[in-house]
């Protein structure tokens, strides 16, 4: 008896939605339709699946398939379930699946309950366009969050088909996985813009500003890559130079910098507890009494 072949449908034709949908498609699975709630967003999506049923009626696409995927944003998430479940369009023994690295499986209970099987995979990535998640999604990692063990054999397969590595993730566990996503990425974004703000202030014009920083900040991932946290880490905290140190925060103090010291003070905290194993105690004291005094500002 062959495999029983999976029927795609995708909720949600956004960035990652129309990725995911022509990734499965390139792997030689079927994916039969795409519901978006805009006829803007289904001409975005024809030029990367022209094949698929394309309408801006969820109960319809999913009619047609046995695995659902639903890539909307967070808050409609629930509520989408809710509507397919609620119009009998899940056939007993399908699959729904949401990619919120945030969210548990609570909120697909009304596919559960309606007799679906139902997961969570989430990309451990980022994406700024269809054409760049394309390109990013293979070779990603994606957390996988079941709840029986014939669900996370398909779950991890369907990872495998988009090129991604499976990894479990406990669901009590998805608060903490997407926290830490969000300082890796997004709030590394807001560091990065207040890096370029300073410069900006110091004649950097533009777009000159982040072009100067850039090669630092590839430097950094790079070394990242090679050596891990403890290893890449440079700079004052890292040398125990307690006198640059000390001429930073004495600068942030005197202009009123208040958002910008929290943010320094904060991470040389925790850039001190990677550099430690290098600094003498005594040293390594000295910085954290520095710190401590001007946390308390």
Known sequence: MGRKVD????????????????????????????????????????????????TTDAVKA??????????????????????????????????????????????????????????????LQTFADVKGAVKKIPGSVFAVTVQDDRTR??????????GGEPVPLAEEDKVLYHLGAVVASNLLVALEHAAELVYQEIGFLGERALKALLPLIEGTVENLRRL??????????????????????????????EQLMGVYVSLSRYALDLAEEGLSRSRAEEIAELLERYCRK
């Open 62 to 123: 999913a009619r047609r398939g046995n695995a659902i995927l639903i890539t909307t944003p967070d808050d409609l998430i629930a509520d989408v379930c809710l509507t397919l479940s609620s119009a009998g369009a899940l056939k007993k023994d399908s699959y729904m699946v949401h990619m919120s690295g945030a969210l548990g499986l609570d909120v697909l209970d009304a596919a559960r309950e309606a007799g679906a099987r139902t997961a969570s995979i989430h990309p």
């Open 228 to 257: 891990g946290t403890q290893r890449a880490l440079t700079g004052p905290v890292a040398r125990g130079d307690i006198g640059v140190l000390r001429r930073h925060l004495e600068v942030l103090e005197e202009e009123g910098r």
């Open 153 to 162: 054999d398909w779950a991890e397969g369907l990872v495998r088909k988009l």
């Open 7 to 54: 029927r795609f449908v995708i909720v949600g034709g956004g960035r990652v939605g129309t990725a995911v949908g022509y990734l499965l498609q390139q792997a030689g699975e079927e994916v039969v339709a795409i519901a978006c709630r805009s006829e803007e967003s289904l001409a975005k999506v024809r030029k990367y699946l022209p094949d698929a049923y394309l």
